[in-house]
């Protein structure tokens, strides 16, 4: 992974404008205003993205990093040729704007660049976060054609590719580990993985078996790594891998991969709300909203844009399209007459209500898009069986499959809220900071699923959703065979996955171990959110706890590492504090603790 320059800021840390926040004149940034910056007033300016190049432009000006220097606008703030606005979001929570760039250079975005600025309602700057990069000893136009590019890609993985059936592929600049920089194309949701990915899914051995020289395949404890280590055990439509390629456009290198995200088209909701009961999966009678037209009585809550169909069993692989309809029935109430949509539906609204009620999110692309939910699923099913032991967020919608009881009865995975919130979380990391699914970003990607997924299920159903020492931390409860879960935030190590940096996996599998080391940084959040002052209080509650990680999650670059996320998680706590600032030093040196105990140092 490329390795931009970083930049960051926040007014409260600035010694040169002190805790009140920066100021509009240029002046306070630096003794030396680059000329024609003088007479400008950012107030002035008629829009967010202006303000913001401006204070990027007037930081900037005191880096004298070429990387840094490369995006300086000499005379016009307002026209910083090397960033290109990619959105402005208000962040309700902080009452503040977030206004979000992509850097270029000569009209050819540069892999995993991004800048944030973050503007009081007044156009203040609060903060800054800049990964940028100096492009420099590289042709500007390439001397391999997209399809040739492919052509790598098949060699690589020694299969058919067909150009016509992907998504157009892009020019963008490349940084290697070397530091060399590649002009490259990025080919996207490439149907064929590396033989390291296609070949070893999941990583040989376990951190600490490696160091001990332990036998490949065996964990610290002896036992072998789960065939589908970090998910659920059934195979799943993501195991087909989907991969995006930066292909050097003058040589022909593969430079680097990593896994893709699938598009996804929505459904418009029906219009009108109507409140519906039944039982769900655990036996529960539950409420839940719906709709009726003329005829019945639909599994589609246009109050939060949730919709529920059937498969029917049908094969993903191979089935029909997804039905015109959601699920109905002719009456109100459902009795138990399909349990799996009933928690399917009702588990969808719990996550859609906590990212709206606690962290005032419009949905899982904070844009009001409708979540479809889809059970009674399967996957390349063995003859006459319908179990499917997976639940997937897959082309923008939840997926379910079922698993048969002690009884036979088929037992739906949409009963497990963590499962499904962990999942949904990955909706929102795409629409947001979209994570690269490679090495530490992929890592953080799991982490925060994890965390919001635990999170989320304690919300609902700890005995005090308040009191953190009545959660359950387990991810995927008894899903491993020997009743273990997928992953334990308090104590990673009970599934084998490090606690600590030191310990991390090295390796090419599981894509640089992303379920893994995902560890590390959930023990650094179970050590925030459980972590006590000198007179035994909680330093957090859930609810701020949550939000310090929703905004970090949000925010990062697409190929943060942990330094970056322990920083940025200090720098929107020293925001969401910034009123008491006494209080804001003490929930920073908190963070710092929970992330300095497993080894994770900016």
Known sequence: MSKLQRLRYHAVEDEQTGPAGVSASPTVFRGDVPAGLEALDPTAFNSDADAARFYLD??????????????????????????????????????????????????????????????????????????????????????????????????????????????????????????????????????????????????????????????????????RYATRLGHLPGPSPRDRPRVNYLVDAHHGEVLFYYSAAPVFNGIAPPPIPVQLKGLDELGDQVAFWGNRDQQAFLMADPLRRTQTF?????????????????????????????????????????????????????????GGMTLISVVNCTWEPEQGSRDWA???????????????????????LSRYLDV?????????????????????????NESYADIFGVTINNWYRAPDRADVSTWDWEIGAGFRADGRPLRDMS????????????????????????????????????????????????????????LLFYLCMTRLPPGATFADARAMMTSVARTYYSGDLA??????????AAYDAVGVSE
């Open 58 to 223: 007037a930081l900037v000006s005191r880096d004298d990093r070429p990387a840094m220097r490369s995006i300086l606008a000499p005379t016009d703030p307002a026209n910083v040729p090397e960033l290109v606005l990619v959105d402005t979001r208000d962040s309700p929570r902080t009452k503040t704007t977030v206004v979000r760039f992509e850097q270029r250079h000569e009209s050819i975005p540069i892999f995993g660049s991004h800048a944030i600025v973050e503007l009081t309602r007044d156009r203040e700057l609060v903060s800054a976060d800049a990964s940028v990069g100096d492009v420099h000893d590289v042709p500007t136009i390439p001397t391999l054609s997209a399809a040739e590019a492919v052509e790598s890609i098949a060699d690589l993985t020694d299969s058919q590719i067909d150009l016509d059936r992907l998504p157009a592929a892009r020019l963008v600049f490349y940084e290697d580990d070397a530091e060399k920089w590649h002009l490259a194309w990025l080919i996207s949701d490439v149907p064929a993985a590396p033989p390291e990915v296609a070949d070893v899914a999941y990583p040989a051995a376990a951190p600490e078996a490696e160091a001990a020289g332990g036998a490949a395949g065996e964990d610290a404890g002896g036992e």
């Open 420 to 444: 499904i919130a962990h999942e949904l979380t990955h909706g929102v990391i795409d629409f947001s900071s979209n994570l690269i699914y490679q090495g530490e970003s992929g890592a953080l």
């Open 390 to 412: 997976n639940a997937v967020w897959w082309d923008r919608k939840m997926w379910y499959g079922q698993m048969s009881d002690d009884s036979g009865r088929l037992v739906s």
């Open 310 to 366: 059937d498969l029917e069993y049908a094969d993903l692989a191979t089935g029909p399209a997804l039905p015109q309809t959601p699920i109905s029935r002719d009456v109100a109430d459902w009795l138990d007459s399909n349990r799996a949509a009933i928690s399917a539906h009702v588990n969808a609204q719990r996550v859609h209500d906590f990212y709206k009620g606690i962290l005032q999110r419009n949905g899982i692309d904070d």
């Open 583 to 592: 209080r804001a030093d003490r929930q920073v040196a908190a963070i710092e």
């Open 491 to 546: 104590d990673p190590t009970r599934t084998g996955d490090p606690d600590h940096y030191d310990d991390r996996y090295t390796g090419t599998g599981d894509y640089g171990g992303v379920h893994i080391n995902s560890g590390i940084v959930n023990k650094a959040a179970f050590n925030l959110l459980t972590g006590q002052d000198d007179e035994g209080n909680r330093n957090f509650s859930v609810e701020d706890a949550a």
